[in-house]
């Protein structure tokens, strides 16, 4: 059965730093790797969507790695904003022929001015 | 464009009490899916979609009916609600299925919070 471990769980960081979100997943034979961005009371928006054969994406200040082989993706944000605080979810897509997505607990992150 | 719309928002239901949580799409996407949020569990798949007439069970299937009579709409109906059906439910929707993620990444709705007395 496929899990997926985010760590940390929660990340205080002043705005201007840059951060690494990591994610791990026990399974390596996936599709594809999503991070989602979460505001309270709000659904999920996809940021950044890494097939199985890339090494990473990047949107903007987003950049996002996966090593397939080891289970691991990081999401690494840039020079960051208090606009960035939300909860980051990452979910990878594999074990059935449709593609079950399954998703990590979170990272919770605040960014203070 | 409203994306994924899903009705209500809130609801409070008291235990044995059926309902039926709506969610639509107008992106014209083939797969839709439904997910449950819980504290420390985070989010499960319940059932999801290929098509009209076409749905199949996800992770957490029991308590939980679904039905995709038109490519819009993908209902979720609770059959007799049980306090640990007390979540929050997101509905989801995306052209091609997780697997063939491609350039199509999920689309979430707001989201349903459910209370079962």
């Known amino acids: 059965k496929q899990e997926v471990t985010q760590i940390p769980a929660a990340l205080s960081v002043p705005e201007g730093e840059n951060l690494v979100l990591n994610c791990s997943f026990t399974?390596?034979?996936?599709?594809?790797l999503q991070w989602f961005r979460q505001d309270p009371g709000k659904g999920l928006t996809s940021l950044l969507l890494?097939?199985?054969?890339?090494r990473e994406q990047t949107s903007g200040r987003l950049n996002a790695s996966l090593d397939k082989s080891s289970g691991r993706s990081t999401l690494y944000i840039a020079a960051s904003q208090p606009g960035d605080s939300a909860t980051y979810l990452c979910a990878v897509a594999g074990g059935t022929s449709y593609g079950k997505l399954t998703f990590g607990q979170g990272t919770i992150l605040t960014v203070h001015p | 464009n409203a994306g994924v719309t899903q009705t209500p928002k809130f609801q409070v239901l008291k235990t044995g009490q059926s309902m039926t949580l709506q969610c639509a799409q107008d992106?014209?996407?083939?797969?839709m899916s439904w997910y449950r949020q819980d504290p420390g569990m985070g989010l499960r798949l319940i059932h999801y979609?290929?098509?009209?007439?076409?749905?199949d069970q996800g992770e957490v299937p029991n308590g939980y009916n679904v039905s995709r009579s038109t490519t819009e709409d993908f209902p979720l109906r609770l059959l007799s609600a049980a306090p640990s059906q007390t979540s929050v439910y997101f509905c989801?929707?995306?052209?091609?299925?997780?697997?063939?993620?491609?350039?199509?990444?999920?689309?979430f709705g707001d989201g349903t919070r459910l209370s079962i007395l």
């Open positions: 992106m014209n996407h083939e797969y």
């Open positions: 979609s290929v098509g009209a007439g076409i749905t």
């Open positions: 399974d390596s034979a996936i599709y594809n």
């Open positions: 989801a929707s995306s052209y091609y299925p997780p697997r063939q993620g491609r350039d199509q990444p999920q689309h």
């Open positions: 890494i097939q199985s054969s890339q």
